[in-house]
């Protein structure tokens, strides 16, 4: 991660999925199957050939992303090209899912936190991020008192005149 919150991103090409990538399963959703990795990362392989690569590239090389768990490296089977694409590895995210936040919490660390989500969700916003399918079982408050979004598949790039109407319904969202 650069100092800005930019994500420094690389794509791979492989032959075959290592074993390594898929050390234990974690989750099966939607769409794809999250992996935790023999050194601790998650690998997000998709089920389907959708379009997410270039949405989830963009996301990571041009916004400001501290509070979301972007793709690190973009993965791609036999050649570096997008119907080739097949998921992703991404820092693996530990803490309490905002679903099941505990009353023991330091409320006043965790609004901080959250209140540091909301500037860059507003930033992101009037430059263009929409963000989709924010809700307590994706979204994470972890140890060091941070916030942290996972399961950004459906977001999306805009560039729209109404930034102002966008920006109310990310934080909506969050």
Do not use: W
């Amino acid at each position: 991660m650069k100092g800005d919150g930019i994500v420094q991103t690389k794509e791979t090409v492989l032959t075959q999925i290592p074993r390594s990538y898929t050390y234990r399963r974690i989750n099966d959703g939607m769409s794809g199957i999250c992996y935790k990795t023999s050194d601790g990362k998650l690998f997000k392989k998709y089920k389907y050939t959708i379009d997410y690569y270039k949405v989830l590239k963009d996301i990571a090389d041009n916004f400001r992303c501290n509070h979301l768990a972007l793709p690190e490296e973009f993965i791609f089977l036999t050649s570096l090209s997008e119907e080739n694409f097949i998921g992703y590895l991404r820092q693996l995210v530990s803490g309490d899912l905002f679903d099941n936040l505990s009353d023991d919490i330091n409320f006043t660390k965790f609004l901080k936190a959250l209140i540091l989500v909301e500037k860059e969700m507003i930033d992101n916003s009037k430059r263009g991020l929409v963000y989709l399918d924010m809700n307590g079982s994706n979204m994470f408050y972890t140890p060091q008192d941070e916030i942290k979004v996972i399961d950004h598949d459906l977001y999306d790039v805009s560039f729209e005149q109404s930034f102002k109407e966008r920006a109310y319904y990310n934080l909506r969202e969050l």
